[in-house]
């Protein structure tokens, strides 16, 4: 069976972005292992102070309404806003695995000006840092099963569970789950998972009914995930890395096994930005009903 993590995690997939050098990765901020705090910046964001990690007194990239690394107006996302950099790495804070996080402020506060806010820049006791990374698809033993992949990146290191992701003009897909071993998993999805719709907007949504069929843990899996995704906010998310102009996506899911009696749900947000990618996600535990949680089960947000 998938773990609860990677079931999340595949409705979601990992993106990194920055102006310039990369989505999931890429330009600007990136922080690689060795970047010093007081070079994580892109061109157009905001410095970081190197002695807190957070963002000083500077605009959101973009200025909150202009400029290449901006939602604009209309709060719009374009495809060319987000770069999908094949071995470029991130850096995020994060929730160690296995660890649950209480008091996350998911609803936000709207300001006098109009403009949504999400602090999530604050340390918690269950944090701690990882890197993150695209994957060629080049040599991977399930290359030829998938030969029109774009990258692979990890859903669930501890299970050794990596997705496999197609990037296209209009679209990022979710095309099956693998193992880093050779045949361990390999769980094809029919139809791929449309993670992210270009261009994304406030009010996009979506959804799909999404099976799963192949082997996880050598065990044969077949199952069926429900998706409903919706662009359902924008504002400003600050981070323990700085201060972004974000859409969020929120993405709810229901999978079951056909013939038996298991069943599960989750909801969480990704907050996507230009030039940037994912600056933030948060996932809910299982069961969760109320669309703006406070418990989390993932709680990732850009570091430095």
Known sequence: MISARTCM??????????AGTDVHVPVG???????????????TGPMVEADTGIVADAEVPGDMGSGACSLGSEGVLAAEQIEFAVGA??????????????????????????????????????????????????????SSRYPDATYAAALDRSKDQWGVFRVSAVRLELLAVVSGEANRTDLRMSPAVEVLRFPMRPGDRWQQSVTGNGLVDWIVVTNVTEYR???????????????????????ELEQRVPLT???????????LSPCWGVVARVASTDGETAVEFTRASEYRRLGI
Do not use: I, K, M
């Open 261 to 271: 009696v298991f069943s599960r749900s989750q909801r969480s947000f990704t907050f």
């Open 229 to 251: 995704f919706e662009v359902d906010a924008y504002g400003e998310v600050r981070t323990p890395a700085a201060r972004f102009e974000a859409l969020r996506l929120r993405t």
């Open 9 to 18: 995690l595949v409705s979601l997939a990992l993106l990194w972005a920055c």
């Open 89 to 142: 790495t991130v850096l995020y804070v994060q929730n160690r695995d296995g660890t649950t996080v209480d008091g996350v402020d998911t609803a936000g506060t709207l300001d006098e000006d109009g403009v949504r806010r999400w602090d999530f820049s604050a340390e918690r006791p269950e944090d701690h840092r990882l890197l993150d990374e695209l994957v060629s698809p080049a040599s991977a033993w399930w």
């Open 29 to 43: 901020p990136a922080a690689d292992a060795g970047t010093d705090a007081a070079e994580a910046r892109s061109d």
